[in-house]
């Protein structure tokens, strides 16, 4: 029996192993050039070998914020894209080099960067999808504090550049005069003191001229325009190639194009506790529970979330690392993808009835005095001395809860009383006195207190040697 | 043999072994063990780690505790199933029994209904302990009604498993081995999975060995979550945390196949092997 279990682990085995093996990360191609690759760099040690190849170059949508885009080298089938996404994309011919520190594929960008001229055609199969033309567009910083930023495509683009640069030009000739009027004005107060010092009688603060204000620099970002393939897609699975002006496909550009979408929609919360502001941490899940230790003041932070496979979506933002994301196919995670708009308020809710609406606020941290570490949370108030000509530190909606028993609810309502998909969480106080102890280890023997009983009893009622009746 | 007479011969079987089960002091011994090693090891850690953090979210507060308690008793009731028919095959009194108005199937089912109705008495203890516990603590706990269904189903495919090692060796070492064997391969299985699959989350950068490793344990993934139990009830709780009533309904349709394939096959083995020693 033992040898026919072991015959038929060892039958799940060799069934199970090459089945695994055979979906390793690497496809024998790509062990073949990492191979040939490896043994290039022992030859040349510190300077790896650069090959010229013809590359996708993809900026892939990445949320708020610009990601630092990746590239699909020549030996990388298949590039992975965000559905319903602005997605920017290039063909380019460019030297490209193994980093083994970091496990990348680089390009040589600055020494060799060739667009390839053509179109951009995707397939399903046999069926032409869309042949795109390249498009212009801008990264655009609405507020260069917040790092956040959007794409804006076409003719927007170039509109927000050309007010950016205008902007720009304007605050540097004011930035000048306000230099010159500066130095003017020192020269002022230098010879008012001067007077001061030689007659020794004070100057009346109205008769000391006031400071010119410094100039404000714009408060945005705007990058100068460049064009690529916009490529904004339903989930799907398609095929990508360029195509020259004769509509001959150019050798080397035919990839597959995996389009995926999200299983989830969601809100996340950044969440600040007062008590230790700088570590904030993040709430995806609505199925995630607050707790709190007694009284707790700490901030929330809300930004629109998407669920989406952590292979597709790593391979999408790292395609130039071969491994990044490997073993990750039955993996899912939570992308910030907006922050939610200001008109947005927090409620409060306890057994069904809202108990506080709570506003969006700037914040102000301020470092207490001394040696000593400490801080005091303000709200932003630029009017204040402590803040004047300061930014907020940061924004957000703040809770000063306490939960005795019970629980409370929060999530977001917009301006029309509709409550967001995703926003809702439970907030809980946990309870720590001896007694919860006490009986959090007396509970289990419950079942153990009674096991002895009905075990005593059982004695009690089994017959005694002896007292059987005769039969 | 009629329907009604191995019915009947299951609920006599069921109710005598269930009896016994009742009146001895295992289950309420291994009970306490569990609950008592849930509140040191979950309850305990997490009162500790509020307290050092002040604030932080626990994901499914309720349905970690819940697993680990109610998969120990499973296993347990599996091993006790696993058991009882080695023994009885062992001494002889399976033999015996089958003389009488029993066979494989009225069998078979007798053994699953009183490792069943045993877990009513498990699910009446852990419902009263986590309702205790999580009100003290204030940890709370969601969706109870669906854990408690989706426990059920756990529990019977365990079982089901068990009985079907049972049936497949002869020896109550033997069965009892692979049983607990395969299910601690199950767990170190799934756990080895997500520890891997979650230091991604937390950004750590693991060498190319053990993304070779992450990456087998994923690929292997997709077969081993069809074998083991376990897998079924963690696809149906995180559907229950999703909200997701399809997929939920679905994990328990599979449970449920699970178990039927299972008993069906120790019928066929009990059949195939005969009962003898």
């Avoid at chain 1, 001229?117 to 390249?134: D, F, K, M, W, Y």
């Avoid at chain 1, 260069?144 to 205008?166: F, H, K, Q």
């Avoid at chain 2, 994901?59 to 028919?85: D, K, R």
Wanted: hydrophobic residues 45%.
């Amino acid at each position: 029996m033992v040898k026919r279990l072991a015959a038929a682990i060892l039958a799940v085995m060799l069934f199970v192993v090459p089945t695994a093996l055979a979906q390793s990360p690497l496809t024998p191609d790509e062990m073949a050039a990492w191979d040939e690759e490896r043994f290039e760099q022992l030859s040349s040690q510190g300077d790896p070998v650069k090959e010229e190849q013809l590359v996708y170059s993809v900026t892939p949508w990445s949320g708020p914020t610009i990601g630092r885009g990746t590239i699909a080298v020549k030996n990388q089938d298949t590039i992975y894209l965000m559905a319903n996404r602005t997605n920017l994309m290039n063909a380019r011919i460019t030297d490209v080099y193994y980093w083994p520190i970091t496990k990348e594929y680089m390009a040589n960008w600055n020494e060799k960067n060739i667009t390839v001229e053509g179109s951009l055609r995707i397939r399903q199969g046999n069926e032409i999808v869309a042949t795109l033309e390249p498009e212009t567009y801008v990264y655009y910083y609405r507020d260069t504090s917040s790092g956040l930023a959007e794409v804006v495509l076409g003719e927007e683009g170039v509109r927000l550049y050309e007010e950016y640069d205008a902007a720009m030009n304007e605050y540097w000739d004011i930035s000048r005069a306000y230099y010159e009027a500066q130095m003017e004005h020192y020269s002022v107060l230098d010879a008012i003191l001067r007077q001061v010092q030689e007659t020794n009688e004070y100057v009346a603060e109205d008769e000391v001229p006031k400071s010119p204000r410094q100039p404000v620099p714009p408060s945005g970002y705007v990058y100068a325009p460049r064009t690529a393939f916009v490529v904004n897609l339903p989930a799907g699975r398609y095929q990508i190639e360029m195509v020259d002006p004769d509509g001959e496909v150019i050798p080397g550009t035919t990839k597959n194009l995996i389009v995926f979408e999200p299983r989830r929609l969601g809100v996340a919360y950044e969440v600040r506790p007062e008590a230790t502001w700088t570590k904030y941490w993040y709430t995806h899940d609505p199925a995630e529970v607050l707790y709190l230790e007694g009284r707790r003041v700490f901030y929330l932070l809300p930004y629109g979330t998407e669920e989406y496979n952590v292979y597709q979506y790593n391979k999408s933002q790292n395609l130039h690392q071969p491994l990044y994301g490997e073993g990750l196919k039955s993996s899912w995670g939570w992308v910030p993808t907006n922050v939610i708009e200001l008109d947005v308020k927090l409620q409060v809710l306890r057994d069904g009835e809202v108990v506080q609406e709570v506003p969006f606020k700037p914040y102000y941290v301020q470092q207490t005095a001394g040696f000593a570490l400490g801080y005091i949370i303000h709200e932003y108030d630029q009017d204040n001395p402590i803040m004047y000509n300061r930014s907020p530190s940061f924004y957000g909606y703040k809770l000063d809860l306490e939960v005795p028993s019970g629980s409370y609810e929060i999530r977001l309502v917009d301006a029309e009383g509709n409550v967001l998909p995703g926003s809702a969480r439970e907030i809980r106080s946990i309870r720590r006195d001896p007694g919860v102890y006490r009986t959090m280890y007396l509970v289990p023997l419950i079942p153990f207190v009674l096991g002895v009983a009905v075990y005593i009893r059982r004695r009690r009622l089994r017959p005694r040697a002896g007292t059987l009746p005769a039969a | 043999m009629s329907m009604a007479i191995r019915f009947r011969s299951a609920r006599i079987q069921a109710k005598r072994e269930f009896r016994s089960t009742l009146t001895g002091p295992g289950i309420y011994v291994v009970l306490s063990l569990i609950f008592f090693g849930v509140s040191l090891g979950y309850f305990r850690n997490r009162l500790l780690e509020v307290a050092e953090q002040g604030v932080i979210n626990i994901l499914n507060p309720g349905q970690t505790p819940w697993f680990y308690a109610i998969g120990l008793a499973a296993l347990y009731l599996g091993v006790c199933a696993a058991i009882s028919i080695s023994r009885e095959r062992d001494m002889g009194t399976l033999e015996v029994l089958f003389y009488g108005p029993v066979d494989s199937l009225s069998y078979v089912m007798g053994k699953y209904a009183q490792q069943m109705m045993a877990f009513g008495v498990v699910l009446v203890f852990a419902l009263i302990n986590f309702y205790v516990v999580n009100t003290v603590t204030n940890l709370g706990m969601s969706n109870v009604l669906g854990l408690v269904v989706l426990s059920i189903f756990l529990t019977s495919a365990i079982i089901s498993f068990g009985i079907l090692l049972s049936a497949l060796t002869k020896r109550m070492t033997v069965s009892i081995i692979l049983f607990l064997g395969l299910n601690l391969f199950f767990f170190a299985f799934t756990t080895a999975h997500l520890f891997l699959q979650s230091l991604s989350a937390m950004g750590v950068e693991l060498s190319p060995v053990f993304v070779f490793i992450r990456s087998l344990l994923d690929n292997t993934n997709f077969i081993v979550e069809w074998i083991s139990p376990l897998s079924y009830f963690l696809r149906g709780s995180r559907a229950l945390s999703m909200g997701d009533t399809g997929q939920y309904l679905l994990s328990l349709l599979s449970s449920a196949i699970y178990t039927v394939v299972a008993l069906a096959l120790s019928v066929g083995a009990f059949n195939w092997k005969g009962v003898r020693r």
